[in-house]
């Protein structure tokens, strides 16, 4: 906040100082033309940002901030290691294990914060992967517009949406069998087809724009003309598309691991912790604690879910320039 | 020809290409198995001998497409060949079961919790959807909203461990495994999938709802509806005379939409009650690489949300207007 201030109080001496030396030259019209207007750097458009997002939003982007934190120094902030087996299964929760231990007596907090880096990070790359995919090929097609390689991309698409994408996940994986790197694959491609319509919807757009046509007749190559031109100006709603995916890409994820032919043991993930520890649920009357050791993870799944929903939702409502 | 057969049609010729691109997907899945899957299936003290007749019986003898026109042929008449497993149990003998065998009895289970989910999801979610048009912006709305919002971005497990929490951990109303046996009576059935059904219901309902909210909303918007308002029509009137008709093809398409969606959603769901049906089946099967009924499984899935999903597409063209009678 403290700076914040200091950043708007520097801004009203710049204008004031302008203006009492107008003042003292007296109005010229061409002065105020001539006028340099200093533009808002990058920090100071996003504390703007920030000052006017709802607390939806603000909320979302420190549930975020954090969940990276914790994601990023994983190894640093778990107290044992990743598939550290202590001969206590079960535990309860106490001092020396604040989750307790799961099944084989690994510490559930440990596990939760690698599940962090685990979860959160294969959804990640699982995500940029697909819009690598999805978003160059959906700009080539736009640029290709109604040629045969768009029609061709188009209908495969077209195709491949037409299979619920859990069940298509998981013939693949029957197909080429459960390991992480097939997971990461697998997901991005099917993934990807979303991901493809849009960009290609939102670039049909672009490519009709005079500069397209200009860098074309001064011969630039595809990868110029894909990067250089067109991606600049579909970033907006690439980037609500990305959250979204993300949160799809997550969940798919977090619902494959926990049938259990997604991210693979003793790699700690959330969907399969709920997995592994779900019975505990039964003796909720008994014990409490015990009860919320598989919730715990499936919170941790649904509280980024709802976060980054938020965000996105904030998101599409600023670049939309909706005031409903 | 009339616009509108041309379009269905092409819509229908559309299904078929899924489908026949689906089917050519799973049966490439036995493609991919590693070289000495024999072996793997039938166990390591198989005989050279028992191996190569299984290869035979598999058919990987003969050329590709006569084996895919042979496997086509024989998931259309119901016969889906044996399961992997159990091929290699003791004494060379083959207690492998028929697909379908397997699968008839489960696939009644699941469209049972399915129609049950639907039933109560479906009118609940119009009904939420249209009175939270009607009341924009008021605090019921808000409050349907934010729910739904909250159940769209919970994984389902976790709505289904949050009510076994609540319904049968807290208070043991109902049981927390849906065991259900082939000679249970309808209400037994009924009472053992009362929370599998209501997992479902959450997940639906906030989709469906959402999506109906919008599609009155949008409806709302426009200026025939402004119109009406302003010749002084009543709300009823407006409803019912102007609004409804339009309305018909954007919720028969959330509804259809949605039961699709439920087709997949059972998965996830059936796991976690260990619920005896399709989705828990293929589950299995993926884990255990049993292909033929990965095979089995995935064609009905894929079968039932391309055939939903054409539906919704064919009810929506033939409730267009503008498309019923083209200028």
């Known amino acids: 906040m403290n700076s914040m201030n200091t950043d708007n109080d520097k801004e009203e001496d710049i204008s004031s100082s302008e203006t009492a030396e107008l003042a003292d030259q007296g109005y010229s019209a061409a002065g ?71 099944q084989l007596g690994r510490d559930v907090l440990s596990r939760l914060i690698y599940g962090a880096r685990n979860t959160v ?17 959906g700009i080539t097609a736009a640029i290709n517009n109604n040629g045969w390689l768009d029609n061709l991309l188009s209908r495969s698409v077209d195709v491949l949406m037409a299979i619920p994408s859990l069940i298509f996940a998981l013939i693949l994986l029957s197909m080429f069998g459960a390991t992480t790197l097939n997971l990461i694959i697998i997901i991005a491609v099917l993934d990807s087809t979303r991901v493809f319509r849009i960009a290609r919807a939102v670039s049909l757009n672009v490519v009709v724009m005079d500069y397209v046509e200009a860098a074309r007749l001064r011969g630039e190559k595809l990868m110029w003309i894909l990067w250089r031109e067109i991606l600049p100006n579909i970033m907006p709603p690439l980037v609500a598309e990305f959250g979204l995916r993300f949160c799809f890409v997550f969940l798919t994820i977090a619902a494959l691991s926990f049938l259990g032919v997604g991210i693979q043991p003793p790699t700690a993930d959330w969907g399969s912790m709920v997995r592994e520890t779900a019975g505990l649920i039964q003796f909720a009357k008994y014990d409490l ?31 939309s320039g909706l005031k409903d | 020809m009339h616009p509108i057969v041309r379009t269905i049609l092409q819509r229908l010729g559309l299904g078929l290409v899924t489908l026949f691109v689906v089917s050519l997907i ?20 198989a005989l050279p001998e028992t191996v190569a007749a299984f290869r035979k019986e598999l058919g990987l003898d003969l050329p590709v497409h006569e084996r895919y026109l042979d496997w086509l042929g024989g998931m259309l008449t119901g016969d889906m060949g044996n399961s992997f497993s159990g091929r290699g149990a003791g004494g060379g003998q083959d207690r492998s079961r028929a697909v379908i065998d397997l699968l008839a009895p489960r696939l009644a289970n699941t469209l049972f919790l399915a129609s049950m989910a639907a039933i109560i999801s479906v009118p609940l979610a119009l009904f939420l959807g249209i009175t939270a048009a009607l009341y924009r912006g008021s605090i019921y709305d808000r409050l349907v909203n934010a729910c739904t919002l909250t159940t769209i971005s919970f994984p389902e497990f976790f709505v289904a461990y949050i009510l076994i929490l609540i319904f049968s951990s807290f208070n043991q109303i109902f049981p927390s495994l849906a065991n259900i046996s082939p000679d249970a009576t309808f209400w037994e ?58 309305a018909w093809a954007p919720i028969v398409t959330v509804i259809a939409f949605n039961l699709a969606y439920l087709v997949v959603g059972v998965v996830v769901v059936e796991v976690v009650f260990v619920y005896p049906g399709v989705g828990q089946l293929m589950v299995d099967a993926v884990r255990t690489r049993d292909v033929p009924v990965v095979q089995g499984c995935a064609m009905i899935f894929a079968a039932t949300y391309i055939l939903l999903n054409l539906f919704a597409d064919v009810i929506a063209i033939i409730t267009n207007p503008r498309l019923l009678h083209p200028r």
């Open chain 1, 32 to 102: 105020e033309v001539g006028m340099i207007k200093s533009r808002r750097t990058f920090r100071e458009n996003v504390w703007r940002g920030l000052k006017s997002a709802p607390p939806t939003a603000l909320f979302g982007l420190t549930v975020i901030t954090i969940y990276a934190f914790f994601a990023i120094f994983a190894g640093f902030l778990a107290p044992y290691g990743e598939a550290e087996i202590f001969d206590l299964s079960y535990a309860p929760w106490d001092d020396q294990f604040m989750f307790g231990t799961d």
């Open chain 1, 121 to 137: 990070g294969i959804a990640f790359v699982t995500t940029l992967f697909a819009f690598t995919i999805g978003g160059g090929l």
């Open chain 1, 289 to 319: 604690t015990a009860a919320m050791t598989p919730m715990l993870p499936a919170a941790a799944i649904a509280l980024l879910t709802v976060a980054v929903n938020f965000v996105v939702d904030w998101f599409l409502h600023k670049s």
């Open chain 2, 26 to 45: 799973l049966f490439s899945s036995i493609e991919f198995l590693p070289g000495d899957f024999g072996e793997a299936v039938l166990g390591q003290a």
């Open chain 2, 189 to 246: 059935r009924v009472y053992l999938s009362a929370l599998p059904a209501m997992t479902l219901t959450l997940v639906i309902v906030a989709h469906m709802m959402r999506m109906t909210r919008a599609a009155i909303i949008s409806l709302m918007a426009s200026p025939y509806i402004e119109m009406a308002e302003l010749k002084g029509a009543s709300k009823s009137e407006i409803i019912l005379k102007h609004a409804l008709p339009n």
